[in-house]
């Protein structure tokens, strides 16, 4: 799948960009961005069934044409749809399975209490929009600028963990935090596991923005969203109320380390924890986890997915992908008493 995908691509390390988990539907295009559904394919035994692309190579070699880029292509649909929509060096794409990912024919119903009843297999969706990129790389490189640039396989997997997992979110109190132009991952905890609220964050003002459309445009869920940044006070408001807190690859920038464990022990409640996904990075992941220790029992969770490790396998060995840079890790950090 992946391996085949890859061939033409840039030999940029930067090149790898999505585990390609999700499968999804262009809906619309407006002045800010692209709209796509996002469906999230859940079955009784609460996994998610992924399989191998097998499109032709012809589809193949016209996907993944643009760095920073995560591929998110119409259901069915020639690819080439996508190119005339994000004709960006920062465009965002994400590409769809073909197979594995199946949409039920029934959707969910009630039970006589009111409680929800599985059918066999269930699909659930979300809409996003993908911000059209207007300023430069540069631009988007800095602090707080990083989620503008694309959905990052951080954000993918642990939106993927959730949705494997929703015994974790059932009436809790969930945020997001920098999790960029979308919370895909806050997103999927708000319409597949049943929390008592979601806050969705950022600290770029233009990804708030688009958040609070996100918001709109998915209605009936427990959701909101605000900017929040790591780097300045805690707000005393905010002390102690979450239970669970989402973070994807925000351990790059030394300047927000410190403050985004600080914020953290902040927001948590007694028992709370944080579920935080980021590549190694050379030794970032150690030094977040070394500021985390005095106030955390920090918990590695080792191969955490079963399809993400046979994709990373297969991958490993492609001058594309490099583990350090690419392979999301998972801690979860569990607030001490």
């Not at 805690?234 to 464990?261: P, Y």
Request: net charge negative.
């Amino acid at each position: 799948m992946l391996k085949k995908q890859e061939q033409d691509f840039s030999q940029s390390k930067r090149s790898f960009s999505s585990y390609n988990l999700l499968n999804s539907t262009v809906i619309s295009n407006d002045d800010e961005g692209t709209w796509y559904s996002v469906q999230l394919s859940v079955q009784s035994n609460d996994s998610v069934q992924l399989s191998e692309h097998k499109q032709d190579e012809s589809e193949q070699s016209n996907v993944h044409k643009h760095n920073y880029s995560v591929q998110l292509s119409e259901h069915k649909q020639d690819v080439s749809v996508l190119s005339s929509a994000h004709k960006h060096d920062e465009s965002v794409q994400l590409s769809e399975h073909k197979q594995g990912l199946q949409t039920p024919s029934k959707p969910r119903k009630a039970g006589e209490n009111g409680d929800i009843v599985q059918d066999q297999e269930m699909a659930f969706s979300v809409d996003i929009r993908i911000l059209t990129p207007k300023i430069s790389i540069d631009q988007l490189s800095g602090f707080n600028n990083t989620g503008n640039v694309c959905i990052w396989p951080s954000e993918e997997c642990l939106a993927l963990y959730a949705i494997k997992h929703k015994e974790l979110f059932v009436d809790r109190k969930v945020m997001e935090l920098g999790g960029g132009q979308t919370c895909l991952a806050g997103l999927a905890a708000a319409r597949l596991c049943s929390p008592r609220s979601v806050m969705l964050s950022d600290g770029n003002q233009d990804s708030v923005n688009n958040l609070g459309k996100i918001v709109e445009r998915n209605p009936g869920l427990n959701l909101d969203s605000q900017l929040y940044r790591w780097t300045e006070p805690t707000n005393h408001q905010l002390e102690g109320i979450f239970d669970i807190l989402l973070v994807a690859d925000c351990l790059f920038f030394e300047e927000g380390r410190e403050g985004l464990v600080a914020h953290l022990h902040h927001l948590l409640g007694v028992g709370g924890k944080a579920l935080v996904m980021a590549p190694r990075r050379g030794d970032t992941l150690d030094k977040f986890v070394s500021l985390c220790s005095g106030l955390f029992t920090v918990e590695p969770v080792e191969d955490y997915d079963d399809d993400v490790t046979k994709l990373h396998n297969r991958l490993v060995q492609e001058d594309h992908y490099t583990p350090d840079i690419h392979q999301p890790k998972l801690i979860i950090l569990h607030k001490k008493l």
